[in-house]
């Protein structure tokens, strides 16, 4: 990723992300355990014996990848990241996302993702994609009402830490898209 301005804190209002630091390791711990089941239809699993492995590697910092815990009145509520996607500078992702379950459906998702689209756009990108598992209509649907379109499905894209082989939905936003969604 050569666009170093993604690597600033972002804050609006109650809602803040830092980038992932050794200090979070508990806090994203308990986050993370606030919802067992949920891990079964993400690629990587977060609890128990799986979380200080996967919590090392995000803070060892894969390439193309910028992870943040998201924190709300000072709590870590969950973690989001930037991943390289297309053209440096032109196109990047927004995933590796999981918030605790006593935030979802209030609108605080929504939040989150208005503040990091609003600042990949300042920065000069043209595009945001996502990329959601197929079996994940929560996600889906929050995605879509961001204004972001289904672009397409990499049939058997992965396989989840579970065996599981993933197919992954593919959605866009455009600068011009995150326009007209504002207005």
């Known amino acids: 990723m050569s ?3 993604l690597y600033v804190p972002l804050e609006e209002g109650d809602l803040s992300l830092e980038l992932l630091r050794e200090d979070h390791r508990e806090g994203l711990r308990a986050a993370c355990a606030e919802d067992s089941e949920i891990w079964e239809i993400y ?21 193309g990848r910028r992870v943040y815990a998201v924190i709300k009145d ?3 509520v969950g973690m989001t990241a930037w ?16 918030i605790v379950p006593a935030l979802r459906s209030t609108g605080f998702n929504r939040r989150l993702k208005r503040l990091m689209l609003g600042h990949a756009f300042a920065c000069g990108h043209e595009r945001v994609v996502f990329k959601v598992d197929v079996i994940n209509t929560r996600s889906r649907a ?16 992965r396989k989840t830490w579970t065996g599981r082989v993933r197919d992954t939905v593919i959605y866009g936003l455009l600068r011009e898209d995150w326009l007209a969604a504002r207005a």
């Open 74 to 76: 000072g709590t870590i």
């Open 142 to 157: 929050a995605v879509r009402k961001l204004g972001a379109v289904e672009e397409g499905v990499m049939r058997r894209e």
């Open 43 to 63: 690629p990587f699993c977060y609890v128990g014996e799986y979380f200080d492995p996967q919590f090392d590697s995000l803070l060892a910092g894969a390439p």
């Open 83 to 98: 991943i390289a996607f297309g053209d440096a500078g032109w196109s990047i992702e927004i995933g590796n996302s999981f």
């Open 3 to 5: 666009v170093p301005e």
